[in-house]
């Protein structure tokens, strides 16, 4: 296998001084996809939030690129190429399909005269987006949101996509169609780190899943070594310690 983009290792992070993160560890490959599954409060979220910068280091470290991201502005993350879409679909709602894909080239450094180009390429990703682009973004279904989201976020090619709960508030059916569109986004060699409480509907689309729970590591392994889901759902609800 390639060498991790990027590599998490023995991560205790949390909001100021305050430690909600222990020990985590947690790897990323380019053109593959890592699920960090858990239950509610498990430290996914603060995890994803250390890796792009807005959560402090108190132990561990993370590698990105070939280098450590210690003491390295949020800004500088993104344009190294780390990429995060936030839980909850920030759209702006009155805009255009179109205008919210160039605000969010524009606030990601991408330059004036290739925000068009790059709009154009996440058409090619996401033909409704190219349908639908003169129409505001409060009035697309909550996937085309999500979708308007993860285009806002690749504007900027980013070699890192961070995502933190696209299922979130999507019916079943909807939630099915943006996994496929995320497990397609690998092809190009994109990295995705995937935080999901839909645990099968992330393991269908990933090639690693990392288990937390209390902010530590409860499992850690390639998708195609999970046998039994309903072990695996236990784990994620902390009610087992292991898969095996
Ligand atoms: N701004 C904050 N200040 C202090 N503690 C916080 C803050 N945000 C979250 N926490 C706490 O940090 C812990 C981990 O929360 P986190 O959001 O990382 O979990 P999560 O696994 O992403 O859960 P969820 O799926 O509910 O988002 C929880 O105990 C939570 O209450």
Redesign the pocket.
Known sequence: MTAPLLSVDGLAT??GD?R??WNVSFQVWPGRITALL??????????LRAVAGLNPVHAGSIDYDGRRLDGVAAHKRVRAGISYVQ?GKRVFRNQTVEENLLLGGYSLGVRRSTLEAECARIYELFPILQEKRKHPAGSLSGGQQQMVAIGQALMAKPKLLMLD?PSGGLAPAIVAEVMSRIAALKESGLAILL?E?AVEAAVDVADHVTV?DV?KVTLNLPVDQIDDMERLKDVCMGRRTDAA
Do not use: H
């Not at 858990?38 to 979220?45: E, L």
């Open positions: 949390g909001y305050l909600v993160v858990g239950r509610n409060g498990s430290g996914k979220t603060t995890s839980e709960e935080v409480q937390l902010g």
